[in-house]
């Protein structure tokens, strides 16, 4: 079946510091990748995606990379802000399930 | 575009009644999906619907069920709850042309079970 695994968090960091958040995944055929954000009390908005290998995601600074050989999907930007604090999801979906699969999410707080 | 409109946004339940969630698709889109997201978890696909049938299910029990009405709208319902049914529930809507379609999510309905 399919899978994702999230860094752990709380992530806490400072106003302009670099942010990475690790993803890798497992899946059953060619997944499409996301990165889903949620800020307090809302519900999921995409963030960025890749639907094939070496495609790079990129919205609002944030970017990740599809890496088929080493099946990750890192999620990086080079100076978060305090806006950027939320909790931020890893997904997969794949042709054949439709249904998208989750990590356990990351809380990012960014401090100014 | 109103986007993915679920109603009600809280509802507080007591243990074994029923409760229906409804959601209303974006404009456009003909598929709709229901998550349980528990406190602290990452959202759990519950079942999608397309063209009024379910299409696919995860791994919940019997007393989930949903239907799909001929606006694309939908309705998930829960029987004889528990308090671990207690969680945010969402739904997403998309446009069935392939795995690489975005879904866009509601703001959710939070049930609490007590």
């Known amino acids: 079946g399919n899978s994702v695994t999230q860094m752990e968090g709380p992530v806490t960091l400072s106003e302009e510091a670099f942010l990475t958040i690790n993803c890798t995944y497992t899946?059953?055929?060619?997944?499409?990748l996301f990165w889903y954000v949620q800020y307090p009390g809302e519900g999921l908005q995409l963030l960025l995606k890749?639907?094939?290998?070496?495609d790079k995601g990129s919205n609002k600074g944030f970017e990740a990379t599809y890496r088929k050989e080493t099946t990750s999907f890192h999620l990086e930007k080079g100076s978060v802000q305090v806006s950027d604090s939320a909790v931020y999801f890893c997904?997969?979906?794949?042709?054949?399930?439709?249904?998208?699969?989750f990590g356990s999410g990351t809380q990012l707080t960014v401090l100014p | 575009d109103a986007g993915v409109t679920q109603s009600p946004t809280h509802l507080i339940k007591t243990r074994g009644q029923q409760v229906t969630l409804r959601c209303s698709p974006k404009?456009?889109?003909?598929?709709v999906s229901w998550y349980q997201q528990a406190l602290g978890q990452g959202p759990q696909f519950i079942f999608q619907?397309?063209?009024?049938?379910?299409?696919q299910r995860g791994n919940f029990p019997d007393r989930f069920s949903g239907h799909q009405f001929p606006n694309y709208s939908s309705e998930l319902n829960v029987n004889a709850l528990l308090l671990g049914d207690s969680a945010l529930y969402l739904c997403?809507?998309?446009?069935?042309?392939?795995?690489?379609?975005?879904?866009?999510f509601g703001q959710g309905t939070r049930l609490t079970v007590v």
């Open positions: 404009s456009g889109h003909d598929t």
């Open positions: 997403a809507s998309s446009f069935t042309g392939g795995a690489g379609t975005e879904a866009f």
């Open positions: 997904a997969l979906v794949t042709g054949s399930a439709r249904q998208l699969t």
């Open positions: 899946a059953t055929g060619y997944p499409s």
């Open positions: 890749a639907t094939k290998a070496d």
């Open positions: 619907y397309y063209e009024e049938e379910e299409r």
